[in-house]
């Protein structure tokens, strides 16, 4: 009993960054195993992502480029959100570069958006 005590003292006081980092490695060590055993989730590899985020930046793309009312460019704002999530979900098993494309794609649509805004409801 005193073992186990002693142990939950001990993570208690861990600090944040070493909280962070075993959790980061179990993750690490999580995919890594599963890419050896191969069995990976399907929706978690990274080509199934690109399949399913690439349409979905064209498609906001193109959008923007439409736009013609403010309650167009509010749904646009509203998807880039969700574009966003889906990136930020996707960053377990994405490879750092993957997040860096997927994320300039997002700023790309997210200018995109933010000029059609300007050209239909432009500031005074």
Known sequence: MSAQLDQTEEQQFKSFAEKSAARSAALKQKW????????VVEEETPEHFWDA??????RLSDAAAD????????????????????????????????VKRAT????RVADAIAEAKNRVAPKQ
């Not at 890594?32 to 069995?39: F, G, I, L, M, Q």
């Not at 985020?53 to 064209?58: E, G, K, S």
């Open 53 to 58: 985020f690439l349409p979905d930046v064209a």
């Open 104 to 107: 300039a794609d997002a700023q």
């Open 32 to 39: 890594e195993n599963a890419r050896k055993e191969k069995v």
């Open 67 to 98: 736009a013609r009312d403010e309650a167009a460019v509010l749904k646009l704002e509203i998807d880039i959100q969700g574009l966003r999530e889906q990136i930020a979900k996707s960053a377990s098993y994405l490879k750092p570069y993957d």
